[in-house]
């Protein structure tokens, strides 16, 4: 799955939900990680596991600039991880490494090496009875492995099988015929008398009718869906930014557009198929027992809204 989430990250995303949190996760996302931090001794060394573009060492770095202790995060990811940490202003008693193209069910550390191993929307798109045993293989006697993971119920799941169902719908396919059907009929557009033509064009102004209201039925049955998908952004660059596009650009980049969409089809339903069931996380509970670790902690995590975010554990190697 590294290849979409490496394109993902390559375009500067900080969190796994996209322009949800533009920068860096806040709210309950960030204050849920201060009882792990605050828990770090001198010359720490924390491990963060699928950390895509380092946002939790980031929130570590953040955390220390106040504080004396010191210490290191590393932060792996099977995706190309785009954050450059040389260019990021870390706190001065923190080494931040981030490594591209590491599997967390077969980790490059020797056992034990830290103590905390820590997971935001990440560990459970691995195969889970490989990956938790991994992580507390590496983890010391003692540390921590603290777990936020996606819920069933969630906000964030909710919101994402609504642009799923609407991305898999039948007027999705029309819209595009129809917006090669125009870009074929308008032929190559290069100036006001071009756009004239267009305009008076029958054929022309039927598709585009055809068009609106296809888009139309759409905004009637899940107007917010519609807008996080960015269809309407793709509709809109190529009328407007890409009206003189001569019609080969025009053509691939309706092209570029059905390819951005399905590939936003496989990466939310990756992340549908991680979220965690109760089921699961009985699964998750016997299967530490028998690696030597206890549950401490198991709440679900819930916004200033009431609205659920995910699931957060935390467990205690023995």
């Known amino acids: 799955m590294n290849n979409h989430w490496s394109d993902y990250w390559e375009q500067g995303h900080l969190t796994s939900f ?22 770090l001794t001198n010359d720490f060394k924390v491990l963060d596991i699928a ?21 290191e995060v590393i932060g792996v990811d099977l995706a190309k991880i785009k954050t450059d940490i040389n260019a990021v202003n870390l706190a001065d008693n923190l080494k931040v490494k981030l490594l591209s193209n590491i599997d967390c069910i077969e980790l490059p550390f020797e056992n034990g090496q830290f103590e905390l191993v820590m ?7 691995a195969d889970l009875k490989k990956a938790i045993p991994e992580a507390l293989r590496v983890l010391s006697t003692k540390g921590r492995l603290a777990l936020v993971m996606h819920h069933e119920n969630s906000l964030i799941l909710n919101r ?13 396919e029309e819209i595009f015929n129809l917006l090669r059907g125009i870009v074929d009929k308008m032929g190559e557009v290069k100036s006001k008398q071009d756009l004239d033509r267009v305009k008076q064009d029958q054929s022309c102004e039927a598709l585009r009718i055809q068009l609106n209201a296809a888009i139309g039925v759409l905004v009637d049955r899940d107007e917010s869906a519609l807008k996080d998908c960015e269809l309407l952004n793709y509709v809109a660059t190529l009328f407007k930014t890409g009206l003189f596009w001569n019609k080969d650009k025009k053509l691939n980049y309706i092209e570029f557009a059905i390819q951005q969409l399905k590939t936003l089809d496989v990466r939310l339903s990756e992340l549908a198929d991680a979220a965690q069931t109760e089921r699961s996380l009985a699964e998750i509970i016997s299967l530490i027992s028998q690696h030597n670790a206890s549950l401490d902690h198991l709440s679900s995590v819930v916004d200033e809204n009431k609205d659920v975010l995910g699931w957060n554990l935390l467990i205690t190697k023995q």
Request: proline share 3%; hydrophobic share 35%.
């Open 51 to 71: 950390t895509g573009n380092g946002a939790l060492p980031l929130l570590v770095s953040d955390y220390l600039k106040n504080r004396a202790v010191e210490g």
């Open 119 to 125: 997971s935001q929307y990440g560990i459970e798109y």
């Open 18 to 39: 996209g322009e949800s949190f533009s920068s860096n996760y806040t709210g309950v996302l960030n204050e849920i990680w201060a009882p792990r931090f605050e828990e």
């Open 160 to 172: 994402n099988r609504r642009i799923l169902s609407l991305i898999k719908s039948e007027e999705l």
